[in-house]
């Protein structure tokens, strides 16, 4: 924690080197989301319906109600922690709150709607395929950022800030 907190992390090679690794473990999970997406179904409203409900034409049968929720009790752990360590990377990057913030809610959202979208689409009304698109978008776009901004707050050089108080005071210590 140390590292992040006093802006270590830009010189600690070892530190920089997990970070970076990590990242390209989360980028090849990007790819492979995406591919699995769209293996599945489009950006398409028909593509999704059918994916969820089945299609006669296309021989799919609708998804079953075991089968979405052993995906679901799955995806909402696994992204969820995904989730939580690119996330917690935002609190050092030099940004302000207000950023960081959005950097931070954003994504959980997104996998939010994206998980609950699927449910919506398959038991409430077809209409909701356009929310399950769109939160797909939403949270490979989030995933995208949080990858780059982790590597060009690493990489960048200079101190990173905690919180949004000024450099020297992160350095003065703590108040007498």
């Known amino acids: 924690m140390r590292f992040v907190v006093t802006g270590e992390w830009s010189r600690n090679r070892l530190l920089q080197t997990i970070v970076v690794l ?5 980028a090849g999970l990007w790819v492979t989301n995406g591919l699995l997406y769209f293996n599945k179904m489009g950006l398409t409203y028909a ?3 059918d994916y969820y ?4 034409e296309r021989y799919l049968t609708p998804r079953t109600y075991q089968g979405m929720l052993e995906v679901s009790h799955f995806h909402l752990f696994a992204i969820g922690l995904l989730l939580l360590v690119l996330t917690h990377l935002m609190l050092f990057i030099p940004a302000s709150n207000t950023v960081k913030l959005w950097l931070i809610v954003l994504p959980f959202i ?3 709607l994206s998980e609950g979208a699927s449910w919506l689409v398959r038991y409430a009304h077809p209409g ?5 698109i769109a939160g797909f978008l939403l949270l490979q776009g989030s ?3 949080l990858m780059v901004v982790s590597l060009w707050a690493i990489f960048r050089g200079g101190p990173n800030h905690y919180t949004e108080e000024d450099e020297d005071s992160l350095d003065a210590g703590p108040p007498s």
């Open 22 to 26: 990590y990242v390209l473990y989360v």
């Open 47 to 49: 593509s999704v319906v």
């Open 53 to 56: 409900l089945g299609s006669e």
């Open 110 to 112: 997104a996998g939010l």
């Open 128 to 132: 909701f395929a356009y929310l399950k």
């Open 143 to 145: 995933l995208a950022t």
